[in-house]
């Protein structure tokens, strides 16, 4: 899926509405950049505002804001309750989505850089993005605010990271920087403040001081009391929800209430919410209660409901969770939204983009898919549920990759679109051919790792195919082996795209990793594929007694004399298979009459290989109460 950001630039007006809307409209006319939230406080006299997009997208926005800022914004004039040190007092970018925390301090460095050479303002660094153990924390960068600032930048020691070291009265200073996603999650409880708070000490990483911390790392804790809803709550902020889940939060708080005997009546979150963080969640349910749940509408579901997300208002996770938000912002959704025809004109259309790249990466859906379907048809039938649990394993992966290589429809597309920005940027300059060639080998890596990633993706899927292809629905034969096929086409065109784009990329350490483990994709994915289309069911399409232990003939056709294969299962304690309709009487073989159409035969399970008697009946090849047949 393509990569998201956050920025939450704090800006120094929060009483005069047309500067923020100013500032709102810079962000909201940046391309790539979806404004999610303007908070205006006026006695801070400061405004948050929220909006995402990709690392390229997120840093023209915070630029954008500023320029319009540094025109309206006088420092000179300001006064708020918040400590402040800037017009745009600080900037931090979040990874939200396919985005790690290196690639914001990046974006921080970049932000920095340039909002320093344009507005010639001094900006210092803080979070992860810091190069000082000193400047990490913010409130140390901004003590003293505003007002200490002449004295502060003629001190060495606060230099800052870049721009000039010289007092600006109308801009101030700007701190920016990275850090991770910060929830605001309460959980409710019916009891005082202080037995809420006793449990916040508990579990906050704080603690109850040095010598008595918390259980739960990167996470802060109060109790408090709601009035407005007589009770209380333990309130916490997640710092970092990927070392600290959400379901851990309140799997804790329902531990310690148990022992207070305190009842839990749900919990609440604050703001916004990134999709991985209650994807986590609902996995972890998931997992602890056996369930088997495939749809992401379904699984939001299950975390809004085992939370109790909904106990003091509605839920909307169109409204709460980033990513929806982003996507009811997209004006253009992309290839994959487009439909199926004016998709294929696309690939046709006189341009190089879309092209092989996002072609093989449709194909690889479109396997995977069948793939899960052909899992989910042989699932949750009462004639195959022996099947049950091992189709519960197979098909997962399968949705999981189609979600995946849908998006690398999409992200394939941009990723040479990029390349091809690039390669229009000035080179008049030095420094600017630096540039305009740094981009290009940037866009080229990306180029790579689109259909890399592909080719891995679709690689790991082979084993579970080739055993899907052994337990599945025999009706949807020719669905696995289209589905391989397909699957087998994404690989060969990921492999060509890989090695078309590795040849110009001047980084030898990069390239020999990836074409080292690329050597011949195509190979193997023809492998893995013919293996596939051939395993069969667990009673083959062959003569006599195989490799998978099956005995007579069998055939998916209607043609006389072979058998018509219904209901697949195999015996579970031989590695004989047997065919047949489950009936609560007896168990009964089918068979093919002359006429093409299957008909009962008579014949009970026998314990000896299939053989057909003069009437075209056959038994079946099981062992009796030793090999069950199912």
Same mark, same amino acid.
């Given at each position: 899926?393509?990569k998201l950001?956050?920025?939450?630039?704090n800006?120094?007006?929060?009483n005069?509405?047309e500067?923020?809307?100013?500032?709102?409209?810079a962000?909201?006319?940046?391309?790539?950049?979806?404004?999610?939230?303007?908070?205006a406080g006026?006695?801070?006299?400061?405004?948050v505002?929220?909006f995402?997009g990709s690392?390229?997208?997120?840093?023209?926005?915070?630029?954008?804001?500023?320029?319009?800022a540094?025109?309206?914004?006088d420092?000179?004039?300001?006064?708020g309750?918040?400590?402040?040190?800037?017009?745009?007092?600080?900037?931090?970018?979040?990874?939200v989505?396919?985005?790690?925390m290196?690639?914001?301090v990046?974006?921080?460095?970049?932000?920095?850089?340039?909002?320093?050479a344009?507005l010639?303002?001094?900006v210092?660094?803080y979070?992860?993005?810091?190069r000082?153990?000193s400047?990490k924390?913010?409130p140390?960068?901004?003590?003293?605010?505003?007002e200490?600032?002449p004295?502060?930048?003629a001190?060495?020691e606060?230099?800052?990271?870049?721009?000039?070291p010289?007092?600006?009265?109308r801009?101030?200073?700007?701190?920016?920087g990275?850090?991770?996603f910060?929830?605001?999650?309460?959980?409710?409880l019916?009891c005082?403040?202080e037995?809420?708070?006793?449990?916040?000490?508990?579990i906050r990483?704080?603690g109850?001081?040095?010598?008595?911390?918390?259980?739960?790392?990167?996470?802060?804790?109060?109790?408090?009391?709601?009035?407005e809803?007589?009770?209380?709550q333990?309130?916490?902020?997640l710092?970092?929800?990927?070392t600290t889940?959400?379901?851990?939060?309140y799997e804790?708080?329902?531990?310690?209430a148990?022992?207070?005997?305190?009842?839990?009546?749900g919990?609440q979150l604050?703001?916004?919410?990134?999709?991985?963080?209650?994807?986590?969640?609902a996995e972890?349910?998931i997992k602890k209660?056996?369930?088997?749940?495939?749809?992401?509408?379904?699984?939001?579901?299950?975390?809004?409901?085992r939370?109790?997300l909904?106990?003091l208002s509605?839920f909307?996770?169109?409204?709460?969770?980033?990513?929806?938000?982003?996507?009811a912002?997209?004006?253009? /959704? #992309?290839l +994959?939204?487009?439909p199926? =025809? !004016?998709?294929?004109? $696309?690939? %046709?259309?006189?341009?190089a983009?879309?092209? /092989? #790249?996002? +072609?093989?990466?449709?194909? =690889? !859906?479109?396997?995977a $898919?069948? %793939?899960?379907?052909?899992g989910?048809?042989?699932? #949750?039938k009462?004639q195959?549920e022996?099947l049950d649990?091992?189709?519960r394993?197979?098909?997962?992966?399968?949705?999981?990759a189609?979600e995946?290589l849908?998006?690398?429809?999409?992200a394939?597309s941009?990723?040479?679109?990029?390349?091809?920005e690039?390669m229009?940027?000035p080179k008049?300059?030095?420094?600017e051919q630096?540039?305009?060639m740094?981009?290009?080998q940037?866009g080229?890596?990306?180029?790579?790792?689109?259909?890399?990633?592909?080719?891995?993706?679709?690689s790991g899927?082979?084993p579970?195919?080739?055993?899907l292809a052994?337990h599945c629905?025999?009706?949807?034969?020719?669905?696995?082996?289209v589905?391989a096929?397909?699957?087998?086409?994404?690989?060969?065109?990921a492999y060509?795209?890989?090695m078309?784009n590795?040849?110009d990329?001047?980084d030898?350490?990069f390239?020999?990793?990836?074409s080292?483990?690329?050597r011949?994709p195509?190979?193997?994915?023809?492998?893995g594929a013919?293996v596939?289309?051939?395993?069969g069911?667990?009673?083959?399409?062959g003569?006599?007694?195989?490799?998978?232990?099956?005995s007579?003939?069998?055939?998916?056709?209607?043609?006389s004399?072979?058998?018509?294969i219904?209901?697949?299962h195999?015996?579970?304690?031989?590695?004989l298979?047997c065919?047949?309709?489950?009936?609560?009487?007896?168990?009964?073989?089918?068979?093919?009459s002359?006429?093409g159409?299957?008909e009962k035969?008579?014949g009970?399970?026998?314990g000896?290989s299939?053989?057909?008697?003069t009437a075209?009946?056959?038994s079946?090849?099981?062992?009796?109460?030793?090999?069950?047949?199912?």
């Amino acid at each position: 899926m393509a990569k998201l950001v956050e920025c939450v630039p704090n800006f120094s007006e929060g009483n005069n509405k047309e500067v923020i809307d100013a500032v709102a409209q810079a962000i909201s006319r940046t391309s790539g950049c979806v404004l999610l939230d303007v908070d205006a406080g006026p006695s801070t006299n400061r405004t948050v505002y929220t909006f995402v997009g990709s690392p390229e997208a997120v840093v023209e926005g915070a630029l954008s804001a500023a320029r319009v800022a540094v025109q309206l914004i006088d420092m000179s004039r300001h006064s708020g309750e918040h400590p402040r040190m800037g017009a745009l007092d600080v900037c931090p970018f979040v990874p939200v989505r396919n985005v790690s925390m290196d690639e914001c301090v990046t974006c921080a460095h970049i932000f920095g850089q340039r909002l320093a050479a344009e507005l010639s303002v001094p900006v210092y660094l803080y979070g992860a993005a810091a190069r000082d153990e000193s400047r990490k924390a913010l409130p140390s960068i901004r003590a003293g605010e505003y007002e200490a600032l002449p004295e502060k930048l003629a001190k060495p020691e606060w230099s800052p990271d870049f721009g000039p070291p010289t007092f600006v009265p109308r801009w101030g200073a700007t701190v920016t920087g990275a850090r991770t996603f910060l929830i605001a999650y309460n959980i409710n409880l019916l009891c005082t403040k202080e037995l809420a708070h006793r449990i916040a000490l508990n579990i906050r990483e704080q603690g109850r001081g040095p010598n008595q911390p918390g259980r739960l790392k990167k996470v802060q804790g109060i109790g408090w009391y709601l009035e407005e809803e007589n009770m209380a709550q333990v309130s916490t902020n997640l710092l970092d929800f990927e070392t600290t889940p959400l379901h851990t939060v309140y799997e804790e708080i329902c531990r310690d209430a148990q022992k207070l005997n305190l009842p839990v009546v749900g919990s609440q979150l604050v703001g916004l919410i990134p999709k991985k963080a209650m994807l986590d969640a609902a996995e972890f349910y998931i997992k602890k209660e056996k369930l088997f749940i495939l749809e992401e509408e379904q699984k939001i579901r299950l975390v809004v409901s085992r939370l109790g997300l909904d106990s003091l208002s509605p839920f909307h996770p169109r409204e709460r969770i980033i990513e929806y938000l982003v996507e009811a912002g997209e004006v253009d /959704g #992309g290839l +994959v939204a487009r439909p199926l =025809g !004016a998709f294929v004109r $696309a690939v %046709g259309a006189r341009s190089a983009a879309p092209g /092989g #790249g996002s +072609v093989s990466a449709a194909a =690889g !859906a479109l396997g995977a $898919a069948l %793939g899960s379907m052909v899992g989910l048809m042989s699932y #949750g039938k009462r004639q195959f549920e022996d099947l049950d649990p091992i189709m519960r394993r197979l098909i997962p992966p399968f949705h999981e990759a189609m979600e995946e290589l849908v998006a690398m429809v999409d992200a394939d597309s941009r990723a040479f679109s990029s390349y091809m920005e690039a390669m229009k940027l000035p080179k008049n300059t030095p420094e600017e051919q630096e540039r305009r060639m740094s981009a290009m080998q940037q866009g080229l890596k990306i180029a790579v790792g689109v259909p890399y990633g592909l080719a891995e993706k679709v690689s790991g899927l082979w084993p579970g195919l080739k055993e899907l292809a052994r337990h599945c629905n025999l009706a949807c034969k020719s669905d696995i082996q289209v589905g391989a096929k397909m699957l087998e086409a994404a690989v060969f065109g990921a492999y060509f795209n890989v090695m078309i784009n590795l040849k110009d990329i001047t980084d030898e350490k990069f390239k020999l990793v990836v074409s080292r483990s690329a050597r011949a994709p195509p190979g193997g994915a023809a492998e893995g594929a013919k293996v596939a289309v051939t395993s069969g069911p667990s009673c083959p399409l062959g003569p006599r007694q195989d490799a998978w232990g099956c005995s007579g003939e069998g055939s998916s056709g209607l043609s006389s004399g072979k058998l018509r294969i219904l209901s697949p299962h195999r015996c579970h304690r031989r590695s004989l298979g047997c065919w047949k309709r489950r009936s609560k009487a007896r168990r009964s073989c089918w068979h093919s009459s002359t006429s093409g159409w299957p008909e009962k035969g008579s014949g009970e399970c026998s314990g000896g290989s299939a053989v057909a008697n003069t009437a075209g009946k056959y038994s079946c090849p099981c062992l009796g109460s030793v090999g069950i047949c199912h």
